[in-house]
């Protein structure tokens, strides 16, 4: 074969996936499961606490209650199972939606409540009316500027011991022993 010929078929062979040999044609290693970083780690709300942070927000079978970073769902799982609400939890971490998802069968709401696997971040909040909160003072700001653009007027917040900075100071402030759970709700645009 002439020089330019064979150049010319190498060239082909290297953009042709069809001919190249099964291996090299599979498809790359799903993600990993370690593969995910944790803005915040797994530290679950007491459940008197949970039961606060709901009066606070004063949920009633209305409401679409969002806790971002679910943990085992025992937020979104009380909502429904004591006050009739929707819920929906989003978590990063396969165990945790898997413990929120086994809760949810267990206390027979899972018609009313959805555990998503994604980061915080990425949610679709939009249909929220309360959103629940237990994660850091500095991942509270990072999240400050979505909670504001995506949530509807009255939409209510309520973090578990962390605030949202001094330029947006809570409605009200409660303390249950050692914890702190504030509320806010999103103001008129
Ligand atoms: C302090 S725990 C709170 C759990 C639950 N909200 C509660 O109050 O019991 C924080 C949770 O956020 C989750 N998390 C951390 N970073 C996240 C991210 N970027 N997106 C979604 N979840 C995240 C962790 O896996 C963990 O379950």
Redesign the pocket.
């Known amino acids: 074969m002439k020089r330019r010929a064979f150049m010319a078929w190498f060239a082909a062979l290297a953009v042709q996936p069809a001919i190249l040999p099964a291996r090299a044609q599979q498809p790359a290693k799903p993600r990993r499961l370690e593969q995910?970083?944790?803005?915040?780690?797994?530290?679950?709300?007491k459940q008197e606490?949970?039961e606060a942070?709901l009066d606070l927000a004063g949920v009633t079978a209305k409401d679409v209650v969002y806790?971002?970073?679910?943990?085992?769902?025992?937020?979104v799982v009380t909502a429904a199972h004591k006050y009739g609400a929707r819920g929906v939890?989003?978590?990063?971490?396969p165990?945790?939606i898997k413990e929120a998802d086994e809760r949810a069968k267990k206390d027979g709401v899972t018609h009313r409540v959805e555990f998503i696997l994604?980061?915080?971040?990425?949610?679709d909040i939009h249909d929220a009316t309360v959103v629940?909160?237990?994660?850091?003072p500095e991942?509270n700001l990072k999240l400050k500027p979505k909670l504001l653009r995506e949530l509807k007027p009255g939409t209510r917040i309520v973090s578990?011991d962390f605030s949202m900075g001094r330029d947006w100071p809570p409605e009200k402030t409660v303390r249950i022993g050692r914890d702190t759970i504030y509320l806010w709700t999103i103001p008129k645009r």
């Open positions: 995910f970083e944790l803005d915040v780690p797994f530290v679950p709300t606490v949970v942070m806790d971002l970073g679910c943990g085992d769902g025992r937020i939890g989003v978590d990063i971490d165990e945790r994604g980061n915080l971040f990425d949610a629940t909160l237990y994660l850091l991942i578990h």
